[in-house]
């Protein structure tokens, strides 16, 4: 006795197997087996058929149902697969602690790890220096000569070439920052002289925006 002639029901019509398929696939987040859409589908109806017909229904659409490894799914056309692709610009908010790390970095470079604390005025965490690193807007410099011959900072050409800037010279003043409220307020005692405070370089006031 057949599987049909077992089930208390008849099978969907065929067209309204084909639905379900559709429907099953649409809403897959991963390609589905014939044995997937048999053990959701009514006792009875026969999915490879359905699939057959949904395939060539779709013959010559926008969106194909096509074959992946022995699963099904929709996938763009080919030919159309141009129109899927798009340029995206990833926005990341910094931290103040980032921000401060990276300023103090860019204008204080080569600095050592104990220094850009000393300028701060707190403990520098691994994770900000490592989110810098990440960014390719740090890298480690040379060695200070000095005992326990501590590594340096510097700022990257990556760095200055998100920023618009030639150098590190093309920063802006340490006044401006401050007047965004980008850096303390506090004096630093590492800070550049103080005509850099009195005569910002204009233009870059979005520096530590991203």
């Known amino acids: ?62 969106v194909h149902v096509v074959k992946v490894g022995d699963a099904f799914a929709f996938r763009t056309a080919a030919d159309l697969g141009f129109l899927m692709s798009r340029e995206t610009v990833e926005t990341r908010k910094l931290s103040r602690a980032a921000i401060e790390t990276l300023a103090i970095i860019a204008y204080h470079q080569p600095v050592t790890r104990t220094e850009i604390e000393e300028i701060r005025g707190v403990a520098v965490s691994r994770g900000t220096i490592d989110l810098l690193m990440e960014l390719e807007w740090i890298r480690f410099g040379r060695r200070r000569m000095t005992p326990g011959r ?18 590190a010279r093309d920063l802006p003043g340490i006044k401006e920052l401050r007047a965004a409220g980008l850096l303390d307020s506090r004096p630093s005692p590492m800070a ?9 370089q204009p233009g870059q006031s979005e520096l530590f925006e991203d």
């Open 1 to 62: 006795m057949s599987e049909q002639e077992q089930s208390l029901f008849a099978a969907p019509p065929m067209g309204e197997q084909e639905r379900m398929v559709e429907a099953i696939l649409f809403a897959s987040t991963e390609p589905v087996t014939v044995a997937e859409l048999r053990s959701r589908m009514p006792h009875g109806c026969d999915p490879a058929e359905a699939l057959a017909y949904l395939r060539k229904r779709y013959e010559g659409r926008g």
């Open 192 to 200: 550049p002289p103080s005509e850099d405070e009195d005569e910002p």
């Open 150 to 167: 501590p590594v340096t900072f510097v700022v990257t050409d990556s760095f200055l070439d998100h920023f618009g800037l030639e150098s």
